[in-house]
């Protein structure tokens, strides 16, 4: 459905649509490839990245990358990260090649493995060298695969949260609920990939589409600023005569979402509505109405719309928030110590990067730089002191001083290598800070609840019939009185 | 003037009169000749509270289907409803003879009146006893029994009862007018007659007909009826609903929900309203449409509700493949159909009398689907039984009568 074709161009804002390539790492990444294609997206997009060459035969994707010819031999890892990061070190220049001249990357792996752990991250450290923006679907694995596998994908998500913009991570475990229990582990697995694909769809029509209100990067990562969290995500999409409230509750049912429960704790919601152009200023105030119910007064509320003639009669809405997940920032405010390899000498590396930092970038991003540049430079600033230099690097940087010469647009922008880095650990601070936050709002929302009390109970016309008693309830009496339900 | 046999259905609903008058043809087929109607007063949710007032309504939607279709109307088919009607599944057995094997007539009467001898409240009376399926020495879905070999004979049956004497009032209401009652019929069945065909009724099957005081509903699996009941709620506690909560008489608040009204929440423009005009007696107002379908769905999803969950206390339902048939005056209502869809999971429909000759208009109406699924109904015992007399049916009905 989404053409990613460069037949569109809005005048004012850019002339083509963002170059955009979804790579998916290891087996489970391109697994989900397969099924963002099948949703309908470029096959020339799509990059392969696997060390299992069998596995990477059987993939859709147009561009493939063998990872570690020499390491591997073409087998898979046997789910030892440090061999599959070994092996994308060994073919770095493959990926930059496959990855380059894209403006977006998204890179979807599952973690706990070995290619997925080892080599997402090395992935997304390369795309951010070349100047893209990484956006990372990490899926984690179902906790019936073991505390091993558990630990390794964390370990991974901690990693790809300093190098990627953005890390949206879906619990395995939480997709399992999406399927009826009797439902087959294929299915399972294969609801993951369905939801990655949606998601990825998406986030590229969000930033794609011309906005009436737009949405750029900055609401993007607005929302998903508490990283390490867990992702709100809600796709929904309808033709129907009562398209807004169904797509809505489609976008709602998504497991992520929790039928919209969790939305009351999220403190930013990215919400985008787009439909062709029949779509009425009404619906989206329906829709946006509705969703209101679902979020906390002082939440903020990111609102964007698109009109896209290709729509037809569709409407879709878009939901994106994310929670500081309690336990998750627990594990990982003391990640285990990482293996050796990943401790490189690199000072010197980061002072390099740390040059260009001027602000050759502005023209890059003109939506975005000023917000999101703004932030992640003060907040570089304010932990450059406390951070050990050493802790926060990834061991890439080796490579790095030999690379940026050939290619200036990496200059450009390596810069922002940097700053996402400390991110996380600035952030943890916050994050436990947003953990607390929402309790106390909970209990508000609930006082808030007007209870309506009336003492007569009234029956109308059936005053003098005999009562209908069902259940305990007398259902003469009028729905909305029974359950205190205000009608006007 | 009708040439084959006269049959007329009576329904006694909460909200009207309605008389079908129908002839059979001898090829089979059923023509409606046409149909009477009358709004009736003195009835609430389905059984009649004020008896002479309920008879002149009565009178009225009987004279008003002799005009229409001119004819003598003698003798009546009478569906019933009310929360009193219950009913449930039994199972008769009897042994065959050691000298014999070979299933014959006498038996299978012999397994109904076993199956019927299950103990219910003593003021209750049988309405229906309906075959599901017989069972021949453990073997299972035989639907003709007669001529087979074997031992055991078992049946299962799925009985409707009700309240003898509130049963009676109705007939008497009618035989005051004076008209005869050929029989009495429980409403759900006799629409489920006209709105299924026998294929849907194979494929499993829940006929809803949501009446002015009543919810009836009946559950078809495998061609036999396994669930049947009544909720005594119905369109009119929709009027109720909405006539409390904007405070407007009933009148207004039934003509409200029929030219406005939908079940369906945030389809409207937000603050779009509905201007009722003054009228003597009454201020004009300004009703927000929302706030009116919220009244309409809060109680049109509880009804629902209570319908699966009642419905749900045994099994059937998960084998029913042909879906919701929505039917009754209040199925008219905007988005029913999308409503119980929502709640069963299942599709729903909203449906009415198919496949008849004559005032084929009437059959479109949902409204109609009890009586005229009460020819549909009659049309089917005369087949078995040509020509009995009033009484050997009411002995059969109700062993306390004549």
Redesign the interface.
Known sequence: MIQLSKNYSLPERQEEPIPIKVVGVGSAGSNALDRVLLDGMDKNDLIAINTDVQALATSVAARKVQLGRTSTHGLGTGGDPELGYQAAIESAEEIRQAIAGARMIFVCAGLGGGTGSGAAPVVAQLAREAGSLVIAFATLPFSFEGKRRASQAQDALTRLNEVANAVICFENDRMGDMVAPKAGIHQAFGVADMTISQSVRSIVNLIQRPGLIRIGFDDLFAALRSQNGRCLFGFGESNS??R??DALTQALKNPLMDKGRMLGEASHVLVQVAGGPGMTL?EV???M??LGKHVRDHTQIVFGTAVDGKMGNRLTVTIISSLAAEDSVESQIAPPPMPEPFLAPPPAALEEIDEPVSQPKIHAWPDVEAPVSGAMNESAADTAATTPPASDLIPLEQAMPIEPPPAPPIKKSAPRLIPPKKKPIEKLPVAEKEVKQPKTPKEKTHAKQEMMQFEPV?????EK??P?I??GQD??V????R?N?K?? | MASGDLIVGLEIGTSKICVVVGETRPDGTLKILGVGQAPSRGIRKGEIVDFETAMKCVHEGVVDAEQKSDVMIRSVFVAVAGSHIESFNNRGCVMLPEDRDEIDDQDVEDVKVNAREVSIPAQNAFLHSIIQHYHVDGQDGVLNPVGMLGEKLEADFHIIHGVRTRIQNTIRCVKELPLEVEDVVFGALASAQVVLTQHQKNLGALVVDIGGGTTDYILYVDGAVKQSGVLAVGGDHITNDISMGLRIPMARAEKLKTEEGSCILGNCLPGETIVLKDDSGFAGKEIERETLNTIIHLRLREIFELLKRTIEEEPFINYVGGGIFITGGCSLLNGIDHLAGEIFEMPARVTHAQKLAGLTSAAENPQFSTAIGLLKYAQAVQVDRPRRGIGRIFSRFFPGMR
């Open positions: 005569d009562n807004a409230h009404s105030e329906i829709l109405r509705e009234t029956r109308g016309r059936f019939s005999e209908t069902v259940e259902l003469d009028p729905t909305f009185l359950k339900i009608v006007k």
